[in-house]
């Protein structure tokens, strides 16, 4: 017995990850919105820094590997330095200092 796909279920599996990709693009756009407020505010902040505000002001936070991604990827922000961070168990490592481009901040105060 051969039976046909139903076009309308095709068209709803296709509907469906479209929305799920459009879903995870505007997770990201949330994200990147919510780290240029908190540099803006700040003016520089750490990796660790900004991964602990966004877990603690968001619903669902994000993780290290995520908010690594989107800071090297963004092109309002940029990496100024490194800092060296000492665990008790991990040893000592760098972590990077961000800030906002300066054509971003305060975007209201350009003429």
């Known amino acids: 017995m051969v039976t046909e796909k139903d076009p309308d279920s095709l068209s709803n599996s296709l509907l469906v990850k479209r929305l799920k990709r459009r879903c995870k693009s505007m997770r990201t756009t949330r994200l990147?919105?919510?780290i240029k407020k908190f540099l803006?505010?700040?003016g520089?902040?750490?990796?660790?820094e900004i991964l602990e505000h966004v877990n603690s002001t968001m619903?669902?936070?994000?993780?290290?590997?995520q908010l690594g991604n989107v800071l090297s990827?963004?092109?309002d922000i940029r990496k100024i330095a490194t800092t060296?961070?000492?665990g008790a168990?991990?040893?000592?490592?760098?972590i990077c200092v961000w800030t906002l481009r300066e054509d971003e901040?305060?975007?209201?105060?350009?003429?």
Do not use: V
């Open 32 to 34: 990147r919105e919510k």
């Open 40 to 42: 803006n505010e700040r």
């Open 44 to 48: 520089q902040a750490n990796t660790t």
């Open 59 to 65: 619903r669902h936070g994000t993780t290290p590997q």
């Open 73 to 75: 990827k963004d092109k």
């Open 84 to 86: 060296k961070r000492g």
């Open 89 to 94: 168990l991990s040893g000592r490592y760098e």
């Open 105 to 111: 901040r305060n975007p209201g105060l350009q003429g």
